[in-house]
């Protein structure tokens, strides 16, 4: 069948029991001297523009030592060069399962000036497709700048409308809306996902569709919610009287039900390599975030996303910033026992960023089951949640400093505003207060205070690190996105479960179609007898 | 002193131990016969337009009885009522702390045909004072309305900026969001709360400020977040030619540093019994609500709140709404032992929702300390996470249904859509496939599925609740922000915690200041030989 995978399983590692020990006794940050200006120079990493500080975290020598033991006795970085050079990764051993190589790596290795350094030879149909498809939105991208694509009036079009769910939607719409002062003048992008009628509805109000292309994405095609919201777009164009086929893309796998020329002015291709949640930067996201940036920092992304790829392949643990954050979270998870992670950009811009991490830590490493089938034994993933500071001070960090259900926090900084619009008030910028924030909280979590008053007593020892860049660009963006892609991919090559599949959402849509068949009258194959639980949930619910 | 809490503490109740024996033994809804039609039929109530579906909890009729006997050994309707009479519950005992009283109820205690069944002495004043800022708002409305107050140029006000942060934001923005297909013709409201700077810079552009109205939005006139946006907007304001004070409008406390009518068009209060994260039917939301709105539909959002206030106090706990939900609560959190709680809303509408349930649920009960001042020896409030469905579905699920991390979940489904803009693809319309999803999920939640394949076997026997409603109106809205609010703080009463406090978050603030310091060039008073850590973490940060 497949080449079986190096190293040990996760449990069975000797540093597996060696971390365990060294739980029952891991450092204590508000101790006097754990915590000490040496420390915070000393534990930190880069890469990519990326700086890691992770003095904070509950780390000393011997854990830090033993989690790089984890890392080479489980050939982790073996095993991601597999899923690299084009092993099928995707999969189950001895169970049916999709069976796929994983390449969304593909889609940045289109960086001339970043060139391979093992081109290897599985993936080279990859590397050209990535090719091929880039070229042709380049391609597509002129023509709209050119006018020989425009609106049925002659006027450029101005709008796009995505229309996807899950990794179709949050990648992009997070990049988006993280990239907004780079937009191409008078160019917007709208999301439409839910299969909820009030969300296409209220985006399309207000749009004037005749200037607005559609891009339509889903890679087998048949995606329920995505398919049924085309069709209320195609008819909002058909009844102000446009011709959809001159209005609608799609991304979608070559020779879906959507992949007809007939139907799109273009039809750009996804592969069954590129998982939803790592599809931001193939086609999925490349052609909105084309549309509304331009080709050149749209590549842009993909250049920074290439560099944390490269960054990626660095042997030492401790150099590796997507593994040494594996570790760190396999530390927290595992050892200290903490089921969530919180995700805490200091940036407006990163609004809707934890809600793509949350899909792509979740749905990879949510999982029940390890690559062999067995049952898992340990904890994987965390919940993964998030909203910007320095509004979550004001929301939710009350429970992340006192409450007894401790949070471990990874905070992310930009040392310099977006937009450059800002104002000196009381002898410090904005800039600087959002920064002093981001710091006060990590260090705050980390030393707690003693109080007399035992509600203003904050236990602190409260893990957290912090990613630091220079400014939030297309460039240091595409970093972001390949540092959280690689990290989650290392956790779970470490665990050995198939961090690339999603079985799990396939039980509530057999259960929905069953429920919209005794919605539409219709009795399901095998009748009621055979499902009293969903009859009775319609009539409980007031549904029937 | 102050009057003592009636009731036993949490731990020292006899239902406690009961539970504690009943949740090593708590109903697998995996097992044939536990989730029939009858229990999903039986295990139901109803309030304020709004049913609460809780067969796929994790309950019997024991541990019902035995959480009806913790509400009654607690005495929690009883403290609530306290509240309710304007007691000082906002604080710890024997130790310095807010000491006030928490009357955000009063704030919907507005609707005539909704007459008060018990009108509290010590809370005359804050209705008094409700009606009276309600009637100053109607007036500015109708001023607004008729073109007495207007732009410079006479063209009516459009747009209004609302500058808050933590309670003054997450609340009216979430309803703003949610209440879309309700808004006035030709007004829209915008939302600035985060110190980056970037935050007001994105939101300014594109709007013309000369048809802007700007409320900002501060209890102690003091918060630093938004008194330094207020400056920017000040700064855009008078850059593009025109007198802030002609398009200011403030919600603060009387007597506030911003309580000054030469620097705003019109002052509204707010009070200290108030808190941020209640404040949503205050003055807080009224005048954002209002002015997108209108008054009449303001109101009947205040009318909902209201009228699930009122079913609150239903004595029989399986019947009140809220405290069976806060009670399921506490099931899943103290004695399943389950840390989160994902809100998932089948309603696009309700996209900000959970940011805001985060903010009530995390802020109020992330607590440390007991009403006595004494460190809990129990979980007290869970985290709180979600995203709308069906979208969740293609993103976190997974987790969900095969991790071993259990997430208990509530859903929100609505029977008809906002707009009623629909259309049937094959054979269903979208709200019918979007309720079919929900109710999908609750029944895979609970009852799982075996396979042979590892990878398709989903454990069940996942907690969960259903709240279902009509349609998503002013009405219902407001009764759905009053059932959380009055969840949280039963479950607040049940612990004996000070749900109405924060002082979790005084801590960064204090080392934000003294960062800012460093950063501003001005050695902190006692200099950095106190503070090594902050000059350290400015260093590794690349801030210095």
Redesign the interface.
Known sequence: MSTPLPGRDFTAAPAFRTLRKLAGNAPDLTEPGV???AR??AL?AEAAGW?L?Y?TQRVNEAVLKALSALARETAVLQRFEMLLAGEPLNR?EG???ENRRVLHFASRNVVEELPDPHPWPATADAVANARTQLERLRIFLKELEQGEVRAPDGAPFSDLVHVG???S??GPRALYLAL??FLRQGRRVHFI??????????VLRGLNLAHTLVNVVSKSGTT??T???E??VR?ALKKAGLKPARHMLCVTGAGSPMDDPQHYLRAFHMFDYIG??YSATSMVGAVPLGFALGYDQMHDLLRGAREMDLAALTPEPRENLPLLAALLGIWNRNFLRL??LAVLP????LIRFA?HL??LD??S?????TRH????DF???????G?????G?????????????V?PCEFI?L?Q???G???Q?E???????????L??????LA???DSA???????GNRPNS?L?ADRLTPRTLGALLSFYEAKVAFQGLIWNI?SF????????????????AH??G?APAGGEAQD????????????R
């Open positions: 915590l000490d200006a915070i120079g930190r700086s500080l003095a189950i169970h049916e399962s769910i899950g990794g939607d949050l907004q002062p996902s839910n299969v909820d009628p009030d969300d296409a509805a209220q329920l919610e398919r049924t919201n069709t209320l008819a939803g949640r089921p969530t200091y940036s407006q811009a809600a949350q899909q979740m749905e490493n949510g999982k029940g089951v089938g067995a049952l898992v904890d994987t993933g965390p919940i993964v949640w909203e910007p500071g320095t509004n001070q004001h929301a939710f960090y009350q429970l992340i400093h006192q409450s007894p259900t949070v900084g040392r505003s977006q937009y619009e800002d104002l008030v002898g410090t910028s904005s800039q600087q207060k959002l920064l002093a924030n710091l006060a909280q990590a260090q705050a030393t707690g205070q008053n035992p509600n203003r007593f904050f236990p912090i630091m198939n599949d999603q079985e799990g959402v396939q039980l509530g849509k057999v259960l929905a179609t069953r429920l919209l919605m539409a219709k009293p639980i969903g009859p009775a949930l319609l009539k409980a619910a007031g549904l």
